[in-house]
């Protein structure tokens, strides 16, 4: 059974960082586009970051550029996510997903990814 469990997420103040982790289980995802993806109350699910299967490939949301740092250890199944001058906007669920297929490349729309942790909450206040 394959299983994305997301951890990390929390309640922090404007400009405080958070490191989100991702651990897969069931497979490995060393060979296909892992990603992020956030989620606010009345909006829906958009995307935040992607990385390549080797990692030397990402894509970011405008909004995060230069703040947020998407990263993977193939050898742990772990992706990861650093937050860093977070602001209240960033207040969502964020949620882990791979492809299921093996693939060259980053993906920034949920229609290409496969698998899908049940998210972690990150909660920004001013």
């Known amino acids: 059974q394959v299983q994305l469990v997301e951890s990390g997420g929390g309640l922090v103040q404007a400009g405080d960082s958070l490191r989100l982790s991702c651990a897969a289980s069931?497979?490995?995802?060393?060979?296909?586009?892992m990603g992020w993806f956030r989620q606010a109350p009345g909006k829906e699910r958009e995307f935040v970051a992607t990385i390549s299967a080797s990692g030397s490939g990402t894509d970011y949301t405008d909004s995060v550029k230069g703040r947020f740092t998407i990263s993977r250890d193939n050898a742990k199944n772990t992706l990861y996510l650093q937050m860093n001058s977070l602001k209240p906007e960033d207040t969502a669920v964020y949620y882990c997903a791979a492809r299921s297929i093996g693939s060259r490349g980053v993906f920034t729309t949920t229609r290409w990814y496969n698998y899908w942790g049940q998210g972690t909450q990150v909660t920004v206040s001013s």
């Open positions: 069931g497979r490995t995802f060393s060979g296909t586009a």
